[in-house]
T-cell receptor
C-alpha cells in the first residue's frame, strides 16, 4: 500500500519563475493538505483540499495556489518565486470522514530558488 | 502560533527509555495531543495521539497528566534510528483540522 508520494524530490528555480509540485495521497484518503517547512523550522500549513475545492488556508499569499483532481491527487503552484520560498514542501493526506484521523505525510519536495 | 512548549534538544543513551516532555497549559477540552517525529530529510511521521487517557502503541507510550496541561512521550528502548525532531501538537477534535507545528525537540540517541 503506497503512502503519500510527491514529485519531484528536488527542484531548482530562478526568482520570478513559477513552479508546480505534485502529490498523490495515500490509498483511501480524499483530503490533501500542503505545508511549507523552512530550514530549522516546523512545517507551516498552506492550504487544504477536498472535493476538488480549497477548504482551509493558512497565512500565505495568493501567489500560492492549488488544485485537486477527481482522483484526489493534488498540485501546489507558486507564482513569482521569491528567494524566501526556498523550503521543503510537504503534502499530507487523510480521510475526511474519520474524526481525528492522523495526517500521513510524504517526504516532500525540496525547492531552491536562486 | 503553536500552543505547546518543548525543550529544544535532548540526549538519550541507546537502549534506555527516552522521555520527551511537552507543556500545553492552554489546551481546550476538545483538543487532542498528537506526537509526530521527523527524521532528517523525511516527512513527519505520526507516532501517537490521545485525549486524556494514557495511550500505548507499537512505537511509544503517551502519558497525559490529569489536568491535561502537560504530557510525556516515552520511547521505551531508544535506538539510533529514533534520532529525530519530535513535535508535540494540540489539535481540535473537529474534522480535518490543520496541524500547527512548533520547533519540536531534537532527540539525539547516543551509542
Amino acid at each position: 500500500d503506497a503512502g503519500v508520494t510527491q514529485s519531484p524530490t528536488h527542484l531548482i528555480k530562478t526568482r520570478g519563475q513559477q513552479v508546480t509540485l505534485r502529490c498523490s495521497p495515500k490509498s483511501g484518503h480524499d483530503t490533501v493538505s500542503w505545508y511549507q517547512q523552512a530550514l530549522g523550522q516546523g512545517p507551516q500549513f498552506i492550504f487544504q483540499y477536498y472535493e476538488e475545492e480549497e477548504r482551509q488556508r493558512g497565512n500565505f499569499p495568493d501567489r500560492f495556489s492549488g488544485h485537486q483532481f477527481p482522483n484526489y491527487s493534488s498540485e501546489l503552484n507558486v507564482n513569482a518565486l521569491l528567494l524566501g520560498d526556498s523550503a521543503l514542501y510537504l503534502c499530507a493526506s487523510s480521510p475526511r470522514g474519520a474524526r481525528n484521523s492522523p495526517l500521513h505525510f510524504g517526504n516532500g519536495t525540496r525547492l531552491t530558488v536562486t | 502560533d503553536a500552543k505547546t512548549t518543548q525543550p529544544p534538544s535532548m540526549d538519550c543513551a541507546e537502549g534506555r527509555a527516552a522521555n520527551l516532555p511537552c507543556n500545553h497549559s492552554t489546551i481546550s477540552g476538545n483538543e487532542y495531543v498528537y506526537w509526530y517525529r521527523q527524521i532528517h530529510s523525511q516527512g513527519p511521521q505520526y507516532i501517537i495521539h490521545g485525549l486524556k487517557n494514557n495511550e500505548t502503541n507499537e512505537m511509544a507510550s503517551l502519558i497525559i497528566t490529569e489536568d491535561r496541561k502537560s504530557s510525556t512521550l516515552i520511547l521505551p528502548h531508544a535506538t539510533l534510528r529514533d534520532t529525530a525532531v519530535y513535535y508535540c501538537i494540540v489539535r481540535r477534535n473537529s474534522g480535518n483540522t490543520p496541524l500547527v507545528f512548533g520547533k519540536g525537540t531534537r532527540l539525539s540517541v547516543i551509542a
